[in-house]
């Protein structure tokens, strides 16, 4: 915005007698047609839908509170983070809210049928016991939403986050500080004295998994 104005100064300024009230100037001084403002996408080549939602409450659950509802003020980031979920309510007639997130709360919910939240974001650590529990929805689902988009960020190059051929996503902000390196700590005695399998063995022969 700031290189339009600059450029409608200059062309406010130039005193040019011949120069067409549309166009800019160039270096050279001749003149070129002011460029037609792009149009919005639209759903069909990447756009977001039209849609009202009569005022709909969307709830959120995170551990981290400042993903949504950052101190106004706090920073740039967080201003535009609070600017985007007003335009977001604005723009779809709807509600954002925030509750903590807690997986004891989502296995609840679910065995009772009741709501918990319309989105989760979920730890690392507590990934496992959501696969087992069939609690995740397929992302390539949700419609106007491109996972291959350049914005999505790629950092399951040695599949971290990959289980029995698919990829899940965790809200794991370190995870893509050079491929964090995890580890496992496991006492070798109870091993021999409960009889169980090497780990190592199983590790070598691909045979570990979550169970």
Not at 79 to 105: D, F, G, L, M, Q
Request: aromatic residues 10%; proline residues 7%.
């Amino acid at each position: 915005m700031l290189i339009m104005a600059v450029a409608v100064l200059a062309a406010g300024c130039s005193g040019g007698k011949n120069t067409p009230s549309d166009a800019t100037p160039t270096p050279g001084g001749e003149a070129t047609p002011t460029p037609e403002p792009t149009p919005e996408p639209t759903p069909v080549d990447g756009g977001l839908p039209e849609a009202d939602l009569g005022g709909y409450v969307f709830t959120v659950a995170d551990t981290n509170m400042n993903r949504w509802f950052p101190e106004e003020g706090s920073s740039d980031l967080a201003n535009a983070i609070n600017e985007r979920i007003k335009w977001v309510e604005e723009k779809y007639n709807c509600k954002i809210e925030y509750k903590t997130h807690s997986e004891e709360e989502i296995g609840a919910a679910i065995m009772a049928g009741d709501k918990y939240a319309d989105f989760f974001i979920t730890t690392t650590w507590e990934m496992a016991r959501h696969i087992v529990g069939n609690r995740l929805v397929d992302m390539n689902t949700i419609p106007n939403l491109d996972l291959t988009a350049d914005y999505w960020k790629k950092h399951n190059e040695y599949d971290q986050y990959s289980y029995n051929g698919k990829t899940f996503g965790a809200a794991a902000p370190f995870a893509d500080q050079a491929e964090e390196i995890w580890l496992m700590a496991f006492n070798k005695a109870i091993i021999e004295e409960l009889g169980l399998e090497n780990p190592y063995d199983l590790v070598k022969n691909n045979e570990w998994t979550f169970e």
